[in-house]
């Protein structure tokens, strides 16, 4: 079943809304898949997303939800140190398909054949560990509570490189009533004022 603080966040909006949606209603899905599902099914959401110009034209948000720094990570062990994009370009680096951390890294015009994708963080992790890649590229927080799950310590893991410090929220099918998410976004507000995310984000850090 979905966990996380993204999770918990959605879901104490939805029960301040009266609205009963719980954790088994979500579905977990390949990103690649759902990112391309989202701007082709209306009545779908898709979470969490980077806030993005790009994907702001196609796409409707509501939160943010959680702040994000996307980064290049690697083991602590393999002492890699990276200062500029020339650096990375030296490396094989680890991307879930179609994920910020994919876009923000062939946006430095590192070779694709450089670039080995997966579907999704857990995959992402093995190949790190197996040395398949030297580094990956995602959401730092994200990233290391999936290192979490696996029974490992994510502290043998570092940010070499910061590609992106933004927000994630919540994405909807262009299509999606704006009366309706503007209820969404009120929650969500709400929560932010009274200290809910808060209390939930220190809960998984």
Do not use: C
């Amino acid at each position: 079943m979905p966990t996380g603080m993204a999770v918990d966040i959605l879901l104490a909006a939805f029960r301040k809304l009266g609205v009963g949606v719980t954790a088994a209603d979500i579905n977990i899905v390949p990103w690649n898949r759902s990112y391309k599902y989202i701007q082709k099914k209306p009545g779908t959401a898709l979470f969490s997303m980077t806030y993005t110009p790009d994907r702001e034209k196609i796409m409707k948000f509501v939160g943010p939800s959680i702040p994000s720094v996307i980064s290049v990570i690697a083991p602590k062990k393999s002492n890699i140190v990276a200062h500029t994009a020339s650096d990375l370009s030296q490396l094989n680096i680890g991307v879930v398909r179609d994920d910020i951390g994919d876009q923000l890294v062939r946006n430095l015009a590192v070779s694709n054949d450089a670039i080995k994708r997966k579907n999704s963080t857990k995959q992402l992790f093995y190949l790190l560990k197996s040395g398949r890649v030297d580094v990956v590229a995602y959401a730092v927080d994200v990233f290391k509570n999936a290192i979490k799950k696996t029974g490992e310590d994510p502290n043998q893991y570092e940010e070499i490189f910061i590609l992106k410090k933004g927000q994630l929220g919540y994405a909807f099918h262009n299509s999606t009533d704006a009366n309706a998410l503007a209820h969404l976004q009120k929650a969500i507000d709400e929560l932010r004022t009274d200290g809910t995310i808060d209390k939930i984000i220190a809960e998984y850090r």
